[in-house]
């Protein structure tokens, strides 16, 4: 069965998610969608207005107590018939991300099955929603705890992964009986509406996910809304902070997930060749637009010459092209974040930065003026050049080079960031000495991009993260729902009596 047209074919313009059905709204606001392979506006997209906003949250509130009444064994076998129609519409989907996003193909099918595997881990809901239960706690008093839905939650996506994050978030939340309204990034918002039907065909009731398209417009709303109850947010630093603060002073429960500059040490024993395959891999992998790609190759010496050679080797070979057919690397997102990352190299190279490979003028296959940036390494970066302090966002990695571990941890210390990091050694006691010092969320060991797996949580330290609660795994479970606690005492006439004392453990 196929539930939307194939990714060449998607409608002119993308609309809103509202009660089970497509919405276009207020028709005054809209903006462009590219296929970034080509350079061309492919469609449009439906901006919310404020108004909008609140239709969708009035359905989403309808639906979310309703849905919070529902067994968990109903409410788990719509989790269970998702988790089945994403299987088989995987490709469709990587198909309509790459259209968008300008991943390649497997890439995007990649992005899919880490979400898929949140699915998977929210179908085992009624395990992870069980509550506990103390006999006697006090003489003839029980005490018991439970967890409750807390109504209706927004979760904001960037545009980097428009399938996975979301569902980062989304099975977990409907899974543990709240509503959920998404605003995905409006650069590549087209999967959110393949999400929503095939929610609608696995039988979820309408209303129980809504999808609001927009900007800061229908952001603001929704961090302003008295019925949304939580924000679960991923997107740049900046942004994240203000969704933190914001929704907070409205008395939302927050998780904001932000941007990332992440390290990869590399010590004097390690293996130079399975260094350098990681650091290519991890820092130009979809185009470096990820927030656990290797932005900063930290070599300790004296492995930066042949380390650099090695990689360098490598990134030459990388072929670059439209992601729709066969190639390593597709193009950015958009024109100006192309121009905005070529720009550091520029700076880079300005402030004394050795341009090992210069990805700024890329041969591709692509038809058209794609947003193509190809393979760029950078030699003798220093500390203070903007090519390191600043999130780049894009396929250039940055060789620092230091002269032992010590330098290289308070490297990684000191940058206010903390999102993933990774070493690459065969010493097990330094690896164990790294992850138990590094002021970092997620550690690989020998791993470049350390990406938890569904059951444990993924988040970040320092300016990667505000909040308390990560997303997904258990901490995914406690952030959609609130802890209720029960004392109770069967009554028989010796329990009476007046005592105006306060309760003890008698
Ligand atoms: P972004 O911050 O520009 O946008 C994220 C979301 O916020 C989008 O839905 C966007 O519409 C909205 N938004 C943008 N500006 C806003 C504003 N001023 N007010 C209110 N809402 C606003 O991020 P992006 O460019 O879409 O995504 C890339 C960024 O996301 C990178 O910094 C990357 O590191 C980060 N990211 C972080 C993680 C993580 O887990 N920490 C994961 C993926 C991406």
Request: aromatic content about 8%; glycine content about 10%; some cysteine.
């Amino acid at each position: 069965m196929t539930l939307a047209p194939p990714a060449g074919a998607l409608p002119d313009l993308v609309t809103h998610w509202v009660d089970g059905a497509p919405h276009e709204g207020d028709a005054s606001r809209r903006g462009d969608v590219y296929d970034p392979a080509t350079g061309a506006v492919a469609r449009s997209v439906c901006f919310a207005s404020a108004a909008d906003v609140d239709l969708a949250v009035a359905g989403a509130s309808r639906a979310a107590s309703q849905w919070r009444e529902t067994s968990l064994s109903r409410r788990t076998s719509v989790l269970f018939a998702f988790r089945e129609l994403l299987a088989v519409h995987r490709d469709e989907l990587a198909a309509v991300i790459t259209a968008e996003h300008g991943k390649v193909l497997s890439d995007a099918a990649g992005e899919v099955s880490r979400g898929l595997e949140v699915v998977e881990f929210a179908c085992g809901m009624p395990h992870l929603l069980k509550g506990s239960f103390t006999e006697g706690a006090s003489t003839n008093v029980d005490v018991s705890s439970l967890r409750q839905p807390l109504g209706v939650v927004a979760v904001i996506s960037p545009f980097n992964f428009p399938a996975m994050v979301p569902m980062w978030f989304f099975p977990i939340a409907i899974a543990a009986g709240n509503a959920v309204v998404l605003k995905p990034s409006e650069k590549d918002p087209s999967a959110s509406l393949l999400l929503a039907r095939l929610w609608a065909e696995a039988g979820l009731p309408d209303g129980v996910f809504t999808v609001v398209q927009g900007d800061k417009v229908a952001v603001d709303r929704l961090l302003e809304h008295p019925d949304v109850k939580a924000v679960s947010f991923v997107g740049s630093t900046p942004v994240a902070r203000y969704v933190y603060e914001t929704a907070t002073s409205h008395g939302k429960r927050v998780q904001a997930l932000g941007g990332a500059k992440n390290h990869m040490v590399v010590l004097p024993d390690a293996d130079l060749d399975l260094a350098a395959d990681a650091a290519v891999n991890a820092g130009f992998g979809s185009a470096g637009e990820r927030c656990m790609a290797v932005s900063a190759v930290v070599a300790v010496e004296p492995v930066g010459d042949e380390l650099v050679r090695r990689i360098a080797e490598r990134a030459t070979g990388l072929v670059v092209g439209d992601g729709r057919r066969s190639c390593d690397m597709g193009p950015l997102i958009t024109g100006a974040h192309r121009d905005k990352v070529a720009s550091y190299v520029d700076a880079g190279e300005a402030a004394g930065a050795t341009v090992v490979v210069d990805g700024r003028t890329p041969e591709t296959d692509a038809e058209g003026e794609g947003f193509f940036l190809g393979p760029t390494l950078l030699d003798h970066v220093e500390p203070a050049m903007s090519v390191y302090t600043d999130e780049i966002f894009g396929p250039v990695l940055s060789v620092v080079r230091v002269g032992s571990y010590d330098e290289a941890l308070a490297l990684v210390n000191a940058n206010p960031y903390g999102n993933g990091t990774a070493i690459f050694t065969n010493d097990g006691g330094a690896a164990r000495r790294f992850q138990h010092e590094v002021e970092v969320g997620m550690i690989g060991i020998n791993v470049p991009v350390p990406v938890p797996m569904a059951y444990y949580s993924f988040g970040g330290w320092k300016s990667s993260l505000f909040g308390d609660l990560h997303a997904h795994g258990t901490d995914g479970v406690q952030f959609f729902t609130r802890a209720k606690v029960v004392t109770s005492r069967w009554l028989d006439p010796s329990h009476g009596g007046i005592d105006l004392g306060f309760p003890t453990n008698a």
